[in-house]
């Protein structure tokens, strides 16, 4: 059963936006349907899934209580029920999903092959759309739904540089599909060092050609946080404290920052962590604007943003032009849900990876290289949501990521050359 229903969710991944139906207020994507099963499936075998909880369970539990409880104060009842059903769809079941199903490194591993050769085989499609500025899959998903689900801008001259049309292959937007390339290239870099395989290689040219057609900041970005995150975690176990220190270190300079900068310490960062200077722009006046409706509604946020719902204030002469957009998901949740929302999701992320990071080198070589390419993507999905929202599959994917490195307790070693005692152990036939 969890075999079909992950191999339904990497499809359902893949389906265009196009494809979708409306139940009352609430839009059904495949997506949604898989993942809605999964946490049916979940509920129902809540032994196993009990045996299998941690501290970022437990988190992500007390993240949809406070998303309920914040839609409720805003919206009312009806409201809350709706959107908290679908929001808990996309967040626990997705990454129950990835923690019931991946529980060994074969899973890990062959999860991670599936999505990276499904991307590859999209980049001669990419690269069409960007050079013949023709979205022509999603012309013909449109044809065949009726549903012209894309943002009319995509199709526009804002979309078009230097000649090229940002490609969003079979995704809603460039920003997700070149966000869901960067999410899969470390595993394939990692593993094309590990076997030097002309073929694997060939994989890592097309994620790299395939991220280039996005003409997105994301990506990009993506890599250069991956590069760091690399000497992080190599030498990690060994110089802990100074990375400790320089961790504090780098707080106690954005409080500086902070108090002496008249754009503060985010809009400096957010403005330097674009490529695009008007994107940089406006990213930095959604944070400057934002901020006083996060500090006049701290605990429960202002709910949920839309047309007859809510929005938030900024000045009346860039509202037409500016949107109601909020670029980046740690600030679009603090400012829907509240700060203690971000904070229980920001601890969870923390707390997995930095979990998985410190037992990093009890692994064995064969486990070892996936653990590292978990923890370079994920870390940089964790400092990317600073300036992308995770919208749309996105969101789902952020947290079926979170869940996918479950399995790492279970194969670390301790000095001895022993498997610990605590916790569930795999069979001999589960390891690699």
Known sequence: MLRLLAILFVISVFIPVEFYTMAGSVRIEPYRIVLGVTLLYALLNIKTLLEQADLVDVLLIGLIILAFASIWHNHGLQQSVESTGIYAIETLGAFWLARLFITTPERFFHINRLFIIILTSLTLFAIYEAFAQHRFMHDIAKWLTGHDALDYR??????????????????????????????????????????????????????????????????????????????????????????????FGGIAGAMLINAFSNRGFFGILISYLTFNPNTGYFRMMQWEHSMDDIADNPIMGIGLIGPGLHDWTRPYWITDWFGNSIDSFWLLLTLQHGIFAAFLLLLASLYATFSTLNHSWKHTEATRWMVTAWLLSFLSLILIGFTVDYFGKLQPMFFFALGMIGWARYYTWDETGSLPDSGTQPTDGERL
């Open 154 to 247: 995509l199709y526009t001259h804002y979309y078009i540089r230097g000649g090229i049309m940002r490609a969003t292959s079979l995704f809603e937007h460039p920003i997700l599909y070149g966000s869901l390339l960067a999410l899969f290239f470390p595993f394939a870099f990692l593993w094309w060092l590990r076997s030097r395989s002309l073929l694997v290689g060939l994989n890592v040219v097309g994620l790299v050609i395939s991220m280039i057609t996005t003409l997105s900041s994301a990506p990009l970005l993506s890599l250069i946080f991956q590069s760091g995150i690399a000497i992080l975690t190599r030498f990690w176990h060994s110089a802990r404290r100074l990375w400790i220190a320089l961790f």
